[in-house]
């Protein structure tokens, strides 16, 4: 099995490439919760028509990405604390079906695949911005072990929405220490061929984030 991108493959239409960008931009910051897209602005940037843009927001506000406003365009949403806690349940579900389902699959090769991953997330632990795209590749290929390609939709959908507060918590609080010690657990659960374990293991991890997130967004109120 090929590495699966947690990002958009090549653009096929203009509305792909629409989305793609915008979809990128919004994960990495470069436009923030509040901020008003304009489908003129965006059109000129990329080099294409305002409509292939009015649709990419239509896609983006079904994944709860922007909010559509009549005759304002789109604004980039946030989410709330209950919002938040909602989505890190709704990983904790989607992902620990997917690594139960990935263990049957799993061989020398893929485990040797997330190794790698876990090293390349160690080598930028400085650099916050490369670390938060190298935590999503490790959990979306790991994802994607369990061959159902719906379920991996769902699960990138879901980390899209949350993206953007992991990337502003880590410019402003160290990664965990605990970081790289639960991903080496999720590896030894996946090791021990115990697809139970292996999906408590790393159900725990990702609700085990929800405190100190929800701590940081409601100091800052973000």
């Known amino acids: 099995m090929h590495l699966v991108s947690p990002y958009p493959r090549q653009p096929a239409t203009a509305e792909e490439e629409a989305y793609a960008f915008l979809l990128d931009a919004i994960c990495k910051g470069r436009y923030r919760t ?98 938060i795209g190298r935590h999503r590749a490790f959990h979306h290929y790991l994802c994607s072990l369990a061959e159902r390609p719906r379920l991996l939709r769902q699960i990138s959908a879901l980390y899209s929405v949350i993206e953007p507060h992991l990337r502003l918590w880590l410019q402003h609080v160290d990664k965990p220490l605990s970081a790289r010690e639960e991903h080496a657990a999720i590896l030894d659960a996946l090791r021990s061929g115990d697809a139970v374990q292996a999906q408590r293991v790393l159900c725990e991890h990702i609700e085990g984030t929800v405190p100190s997130l929800l701590e940081f967004l409601e100091a800052t109120g973000t």
Not at 83 to 88: G, S
Not at 98 to 126: K, Q
Request: aromatic share 4%; charged share 35%; net charge negative.
């Open 34 to 131: 509040g901020d008003r897209l304009i489908a003129e602005d965006i059109a000129n940037d990329i080099g294409m028509s305002r409509m292939p843009v009015r649709e990419a927001f239509r896609r983006l506000a079904a994944e709860g990405l922007v909010n559509l406003r009549p005759n304002r365009g789109a604004i980039v949403s946030g989410l709330n604390i209950e919002e938040m806690r909602e989505v890190f349940e709704m990983r904790s579900a989607l992902e620990g079906l997917a690594i139960r389902l990935a263990v049957a699959h799993l061989n020398e090769r893929h485990l040797n695949r997330l190794e790698r991953l876990l090293d390349e997330m160690d080598e930028c632990r400085d650099d916050s911005a490369e670390w």
